[in-house]
């Protein structure tokens, strides 16, 4: 009986910790990317609260928290609450299922640094995936307005195409492993000595585009289009309840893809040992943090796709040439 | 048994944090009611049309159809992906004929003109 306690003792500390972790590293990117998008633009970017503008995040938070409650007349208002939830919800549980490094022993515990190592982990992944629509939706949806409205139904679009493309790339990498589960397939790179993004270059190509297009980011941002929408799909929304959508869509969402990413295609924690006994987990974050930062750097640098290519480039180049990488990773892997 | 209590927990504590961010407002924010403070942005005019939702291009709606044929073959696919090894040549011709079908679905819905945006 004791073991289960000391179980869920562990369990609760790692989802605290991931928790904690990645609401604060993503609270802390909007400094980053603001610092950054200032520099690729020439200006500065935040730089009055606290050095370097570090402070700023604290500050645009605590701004957030004491804004007054709005909700617009004529809004559905159970909706329209339900829609943070479900925003923020599935983008956080995507980090349930990221292996950050092998197991360790800490006070004769055997600790995975994961929170849920199951065997289906890449499905959670897709379940997960699917349920950030409805958080889109139903804030256009439930907000009553034409601008909302208009921007969740593009999001849709964009995500509902981009899932199928999700889900055909990542079979080629499940069809090589042999497993859903996260640890597995790292452990299967480990043991080849290679990273499937040598075995599915086209894969990774297509989970990029879909990584972008799941988590609004240029070039895939019609439903924010500040010109034509003014930020879509959150317009109606105020104080913490408008700062949970960039959060949840721009930051952990990226976040969270970008570490599938790493273990899918890059290897997962693998890598020389060249930082002592923390170099796996360091690794997974150089690895990880690297995504990110190219995810950053082109919203800044690219213009916006018009829906039409978006939605035409995802159904009728992507998908079959998604499709057509599984069917050649199966023959290829069956018959070499 | 152990790791999916795993997800549970994760789930109630996030359902918290968004709980916490949802009210978070109407605790901490003042509380000065102001006649138009709630009137639905529209850049600054009368609204032209108070019901929001209204009609909207179909093409969304057949994008969603396509979603649930697309997205329950891809969900069908991950155990074939997953037992590829055990099943041999018998389940490669399977899934593949399984494909096949699955596609001429799409060069159908392509053909009848689904997928154009623009009409």
């Given at each position: 009986?004791?073991?289960f306690?000391?179980?869920?003792?562990?369990?609760?500390?790692?989802v605290?910790?991931?928790l904690?972790?990645?609401?604060g590293v993503g609270a802390?990117?909007?400094?980053?990317?603001r610092?950054?998008a200032?520099h690729?633009?020439?200006?500065?970017?935040?730089k009055?609260v606290?050095?370097f503008?570090l402070l700023?995040p604290?500050?645009?938070?605590?701004?957030?928290?004491t804004?007054e409650?709005i909700?617009?007349?004529?809004?559905?208002?159970?909706?329209?609450?339900?829609?943070?939830?479900?925003?923020?919800v599935?983008a956080?549980?995507?980090?349930a299922v990221?292996?950050f490094?092998?197991s360790f022993?800490l006070f004769?515990?055997e600790?995975?640094p994961?929170?849920?190592?199951?065997n289906?982990?890449?499905?959670?992944?897709?379940?997960?995936g699917?349920?950030?629509?409805?958080?889109?939706?139903?804030?256009?949806?439930a907000?009553n307005?034409?601008?909302a409205?208009?921007g969740?139904?593009r999001?849709?679009a964009?995500?509902?195409?981009?899932e199928?493309v999700?889900g055909?790339?990542?079979l080629?990498?499940i069809?090589?492993a042999?497993?859903m589960?996260?640890?597995?397939i790292?452990?299967a790179?480990?043991?080849?000595?290679?990273w499937?993004i040598?075995?599915?270059?086209?894969?990774?190509?297509?989970?990029?585009?879909?990584?972008?297009a799941?988590?609004g980011r240029?070039p895939?941002?019609i439903q924010?289009?500040?010109?034509?929408?003014?930020t879509?799909y959150n317009v109606e929304y105020g104080?913490?309840?408008f700062g949970v959508?960039?959060l949840a869509?721009?930051?952990?969402?990226?976040m969270?893809?970008?570490?599938?990413?790493v273990?899918?295609?890059l290897?997962g924690w693998?890598?020389?040992r060249?930082f002592g006994p923390?170099?796996?987990?360091?690794?997974f974050?150089?690895?990880?943090?690297?995504l990110v930062f190219?995810?950053?750097?082109?919203?800044?640098t690219?213009?916006?796709f018009?829906?039409?290519?978006?939605?035409e480039?995802?159904?009728?180049?992507m998908?079959?040439?998604a499709v057509?990488?599984?069917v050649?990773?199966?023959?290829?892997?069956?018959?070499v | 048994m152990n790791e999916y209590l795993g997800i549970?927990?994760f789930f109630?504590?996030?359902?918290?944090?968004?709980?916490?961010?949802?009210v978070?407002?109407?605790?901490?924010?003042?509380?000065?009611?102001?006649?138009?403070?709630?009137?639905?942005?529209?850049?600054?005019?009368?609204?032209?049309?108070?019901?929001?939702?209204?009609t909207f291009k179909?093409?969304?709606y057949?994008?969603?159809?396509?979603l649930i044929l697309?997205?329950i073959e891809?969900?069908?696919l991950?155990p074939?992906?997953?037992?590829?090894?055990?099943?041999?040549?018998y389940?490669l011709?399977?899934?593949?004929?399984?494909?096949?079908?699955?596609f001429?679905?799409f060069?159908?819905a392509?053909k009848?003109?689904?997928?154009?945006?623009?009409?």
């Open positions: 009986m004791t073991e306690w000391v179980s869920l003792l562990v369990t609760v500390i790692k605290l910790v991931v904690g972790v990645f609401l802390y990117l909007t400094w980053f990317e610092k950054l200032g690729i633009q020439a200006r500065l970017g935040p009055l606290g050095p503008g700023q604290l500050a645009d938070g605590l701004k957030l928290l804004k409650s909700v617009p007349a004529g809004a559905d208002r159970v909706v329209y609450y339900l829609a943070v939830i479900l925003a923020l599935p956080l549980m995507l980090f990221i292996p490094g092998p022993k004769g515990v600790v995975k994961i929170v849920a190592d199951v289906i982990a890449v499905l959670l992944v897709f379940a997960f699917s349920l950030l629509v409805y958080g889109t939706i139903f804030s256009g949806w907000s307005s034409k601008y409205f208009i969740s139904l999001k849709a964009v995500i509902i195409g981009y199928v999700l055909f790339s990542v080629g990498v069809l090589l042999g497993t589960s996260t640890t597995g790292v452990q790179q480990i043991e080849r000595g290679v499937f040598v075995y599915q270059p086209v894969a990774f190509v297509l989970y990029l585009f879909c990584m972008l799941e988590s240029v895939f941002d924010e289009a500040e010109a034509e929408l003014v879509g104080g913490m309840r959508f960039p869509e721009w930051y952990l969402n990226v969270a893809l970008s570490a599938i990413a273990v899918l295609f290897g693998s890598g020389p060249i923390l170099s796996p987990y360091l690794w974050l150089i690895k990880m943090f690297g190219f995810v950053l750097w082109l919203h800044w690219l213009p916006r018009q829906a039409k290519d978006i939605t480039i995802g159904w009728k180049v998908l079959p040439l057509l990488n599984v050649i990773t199966a023959f290829v892997y069956y018959f | 549970l927990i109630v504590i996030a359902l918290g944090v968004g709980f916490v961010f949802t978070a407002n109407s605790i901490l924010g003042p509380r000065t009611k102001e006649k138009m403070e709630d009137y639905p942005y529209e850049c600054g005019v009368p609204l032209y049309d108070p019901e929001a939702r209204g179909q093409g969304y057949l994008l969603g159809l396509l697309f997205d891809v969900a069908f991950f074939w992906a997953v037992v590829f090894k055990d099943i041999g040549i389940g011709i399977e899934a593949v004929l399984f494909i096949a079908i699955l001429l679905g060069v159908y392509w009848k003109g689904a997928l154009k945006w623009q009409i």
